[in-house]
């Protein structure tokens, strides 16, 4: 067995272990997910730690060194859930008794905010769609061209000659678009009663997509050793 065969058994023993103890966490200790560390260990473990065990094979042929990736990704993730888990236990237990002993938000509470944030969104989002095409949005190209999204980006921003469209652009990202979705996140949590069977709808839908997402994770993962990769030599 090479050491491309090691690190890839050791990919997966990682990613398969830590996706087993943040599941337990979660049907045991989920007052846990209250504290900022575990939400981006979780982050890491479904954005870098599942891309780098099933792409591995791209990734070792393209980075002169995957160790080093393997060791950043992997270890960090270990090690910080690690730690996580004799800091401050007692103090997310206690916030997590507040926030989930509160009154539920129902949808009566919630429609104005949520029909009102909706309608501003549409209202800025059509000005930002006057000044720049759908197909020339860094949105677009993140899902139809993911190589092209920085330089799509960079274009559509350019395209805002207007200040009135620009400061529409950055209100709605910045302020309208989170608070919606906030707003929105705390109906849905407070609603549903079976998260587990959320959670398995989650991974169907990700199963039933995944030779799609995989295709763009590839591309994305790899685009910068790529560039690095074929990068032309020029000979003095």
């Not at 330089?151 to 000659?161: N, P, Q, V, Y």
Request: charged share 10%.
């Amino acid at each position: 067995m090479g050491q491309d065969d090691l690190l890839l058994t050791a990919n997966w023993l990682f990613t398969l272990g830590t996706a087993a103890w943040l599941s337990w966490l979660f049907i045991r200790q989920r007052y846990m997910f209250i504290k900022p560390s575990v939400l981006l260990i979780a982050f890491t473990h479904l954005f870098f730690q599942w891309p780098c065990t099933l792409l591995w094979a791209e990734i070792s042929q393209q980075l002169p060194n995957a160790t080093i990736l393997f060791l950043i990704v992997h270890l960090y993730t270990v090690v910080t859930l690690t730690l996580t888990m004799f800091i401050m236990r007692k103090e997310a237990r206690q916030t997590w008794q507040m926030v989930t002993t509160s009154p539920a938000i129902g949808w009566q509470e919630a429609r104005r905010a949520i029909i009102l944030l909706s309608a501003i969104a549409a209202l800025l989002l059509t000005i930002y769609f006057i000044y720049v095409p759908p197909r020339s949005t860094g949105l677009y190209a993140i899902l139809f061209d993911p190589a092209s999204a920085k330089m799509a980006r960079e274009h559509s921003l350019k395209l805002l000659t207007n200040p009135l469209p620009k400061y529409a652009y950055f209100l709605m990202l910045s302020a309208v678009i989170p608070l919606l979705a906030a707003q929105a996140s705390l109906v849905i949590a407070d609603n549903i009663r079976r998260p587990l069977l959320v959670m398995a709808i989650g991974v169907s839908s990700l199963l039933l997509h995944w030779d799609h997402l995989k295709a763009r994770l590839a591309s994305i993962l790899l685009q910068t050793p790529l560039n690095l990769t074929h990068k032309p030599i020029h000979r003095l």
